[in-house]
């Protein structure tokens, strides 16, 4: 039982926090691709800047004195949030909404997005520097040890506060989309433009204000994802940089275009890459009691080093490009 405890605390909810944070950051890109039909690679910076938003107000509120029961980065999610998808409008209005314009193929607006990541990041840096930050410069990160004693275990269930928070905030976030999507007059057009853009437009769909939604739930979502990582890590200019490759992963592996597919693939990818980093030897070591001396388990045994944990997400790709182009839910042809 030992084992099975170590396991749940390095895997699943290692994993489980992982895939939030995919999940979100690919649902972004998905709805992006599905209503604008470019891959958003600038989708990285909107993450950062996100987050740099909410570390500027966290450190607004400790400088009046403001303490909160949970983590300020929580607290003040919902304001960066709306900074970051007015972000997200000014990016569009000025970048990408001049192409459109001009009838500019969806390469053209993917290489825009690659000089909109380069510019953003050089101005985070410019601004910041090139030094990481923490959340928990002013408060402590509470850690949360569960006793498992009662199942014969001497390892106790750990995690810490903003690993539990997250969890709750996907949860909740996962679920205001599915109604939004599902129950409002915006999110039913936003699914009808995915599905046509020329048939909702002829529906009389207002496309101009759908694209705008899009870029405020996109920008709100990135702004959510990136708070979510810099809590449980650390806050730097290029802190989703690194990770946009699994989030595209996660959205092609879902079905581009489908947000509950983003959603299953940003899991999956994260739980993925927990599984393939594992230490398997710390499950497995009762085994040894039983193999020979030559077939003893080693000190290590994971699937590949903790350095080359993004090469998982590049692996679940290739086979789904080669299996299931259209991704778990039937999305856009990859």
Request: charge should be positive.
């Given at each position: 039982?030992?084992?099975?405890?170590?396991?749940?605390?390095?895997?699943?909810?290692?994993?489980?926090?992982?895939?939030?944070i995919y999940a979100l950051g690919a649902v972004g890109i998905t709805l992006i691709f599905g209503?604008?039909?470019?891959?958003?690679?600038?989708?990285?910076?909107?993450?950062?800047?996100?987050?740099?938003?909410?570390?500027?107000?966290?450190?607004?509120?400790?400088?009046?004195?403001?303490t909160t029961p949970i983590p300020t980065g929580f607290?003040?999610?919902?304001?960066?949030?709306?900074?970051?998808?007015?972000?997200?409008?000014?990016?569009?209005?000025?970048?990408?909404?001049?192409?459109?314009?001009?009838?500019?193929?969806?390469?053209?607006?993917?290489?825009?997005?690659?000089?909109?990541?380069?510019?953003?990041?050089?101005?985070?840096?410019?601004?910041?520097?090139?030094?990481?930050?923490?959340?928990?410069?002013?408060?402590?990160?509470?850690?949360?040890?569960?006793?498992?004693?009662?199942?014969?275990?001497?390892?106790?269930?750990?995690?810490?506060?903003?690993?539990?928070?997250?969890?709750?905030?996907?949860?909740?976030?996962?679920?205001?989309?599915?109604?939004?999507?599902?129950?409002?007059?915006?999110?039913?057009?936003?699914?009808?433009?995915?599905?046509?853009?020329?048939?909702?437009?002829?529906?009389?769909?207002?496309?101009?204000?759908?694209?705008?939604?899009?870029?405020?739930?996109?920008?709100?979502?990135?702004?959510?994802?990136?708070?979510?990582?810099?809590?449980?890590?650390?806050?730097?200019?290029?802190?989703?940089?690194?990770?946009?490759?699994?989030?595209?992963?996660?959205?092609?592996?879902?079905?581009?275009?489908?947000?509950?597919?983003?959603?299953?693939?940003?899991?999956?990818?994260?739980?993925?890459?927990?599984?393939?980093?594992?230490?398997?030897?710390?499950?497995?070591?009762?085994?040894?009691?039983?193999?020979?001396?030559?077939?003893?388990?080693?000190?290590?045994?994971?699937?590949?080093?903790?350095?080359?944990?993004?090469?998982?997400?590049?692996?679940?790709?290739?086979?789904?490009?080669?299996?299931?182009?259209?991704?778990?839910?039937?999305?856009?042809?990859?």
């Amino acid at each position: 039982m030992t084992e099975l405890i170590f396991f749940i605390n390095q895997v699943v909810i290692a994993g489980a926090v992982l895939g939030c944070i995919y999940a979100l950051g690919a649902v972004g890109i998905t709805l992006i691709f599905g209503i604008l039909r470019f891959a958003h690679f600038a989708h990285s910076e909107l993450m950062t800047s996100g987050a740099f938003f909410a570390f500027l107000l966290a450190m607004l509120f400790a400088s009046w004195g403001i303490t909160t029961p949970i983590p300020t980065g929580f607290v003040v999610l919902p304001i960066a949030m709306v900074l970051s998808a007015i972000f997200a409008l000014g990016i569009d209005k000025g970048f990408y909404a001049p192409l459109r314009k001009r009838g500019a193929k969806p390469v053209i607006l993917l290489i825009a997005s690659i000089g909109v990541t380069l510019m953003v990041q050089g101005l985070i840096r410019l601004f910041f520097g090139a030094g990481s930050y923490s959340f928990f410069e002013t408060e402590t990160k509470d850690v949360f040890r569960i006793d498992t004693a009662f199942l014969g275990s001497t390892r106790p269930l750990v995690i810490t506060e903003p690993q539990l928070l997250m969890i709750v905030v996907t949860v909740v976030s996962v679920l205001a989309l599915h109604f939004f999507l599902t129950r409002s007059r915006l999110g039913k057009a936003m699914r009808a433009m995915a599905d046509n853009a020329d048939l909702a437009q002829v529906s009389g769909i207002n496309t101009a204000l759908v694209v705008r939604v899009t870029w405020v739930v996109a920008g709100a979502l990135a702004c959510m994802a990136g708070t979510m990582l810099a809590l449980d890590v650390t806050l730097k200019p290029d802190l989703a940089f690194n990770i946009i490759i699994p989030i595209f992963a996660a959205a092609i592996v879902g079905g581009l275009g489908q947000a509950y597919g983003a959603i299953a693939g940003g899991l999956l990818i994260g739980m993925a890459e927990s599984l393939a980093v594992f230490n398997w030897t710390m499950v497995l070591r009762p085994l040894n009691a039983v193999l020979p001396e030559w077939a003893q388990l080693p000190a290590t045994l994971a699937l590949v080093p903790t350095e080359y944990k993004l090469t998982v997400a590049f692996v679940i790709l290739v086979v789904v490009l080669l299996v299931r182009p259209t991704g778990i839910f039937k999305g856009a042809s990859s």
